[in-house]
């Protein structure tokens, strides 16, 4: 392995991790859709995110999807929220904790990014609604 490549072994549990939060099919349509450009990019964040940090047992999955998707809206970053709101089918926060946690982001990271988190919010739960 190269120097640049992350250890397997937290790419492997990294991996995992990934699979069980954001699910299969994105995981597979990212790997897929990597190239020579990114694909030292996909390792490095398969392996601390997911496999250094969202593996840590301190925190719960549902704690840590809290804290990213509060961290994701203030920051506004909207594509990397859109899949964060939808993996909490598999983290169990409610649309109920969602709501509270842009609430939160509001009064802490301000009116406008609370505003286009929940926009955002709506279309990704409109769309699994729909494909319930």
């Not at 969602?98 to 709506?122: D, H």
């Amino acid at each position: 392995m190269s120097k640049n490549k992350p250890d397997e072994e937290l790419f492997e549990l990294g991996l995992q991790v990934r699979r069980e939060v954001l699910g299969n099919e994105y995981v597979d349509a990212a790997l897929a859709n990597t190239t020579e450009l990114d694909e030292e990019f996909q390792r490095l964040i398969t392996a601390t995110a997911w496999g250094t940090v969202w593996a840590r047992d301190t925190l719960s999955r549902r704690d840590r999807s809290l804290i990213t998707i509060t961290q994701l809206a203030s920051l506004g970053h909207h594509e990397e929220l859109a899949l964060h709101l939808r993996a909490t089918v598999n983290t169990g926060l409610s649309r109920e904790d969602i709501k509270e946690a842009l609430i939160q982001v509001a009064v802490y990271s301000g009116v406008p990014a609370a505003n286009s988190a929940f926009r955002v919010a709506k279309k990704v739960f409109s769309s699994l609604d729909n494909q319930a």
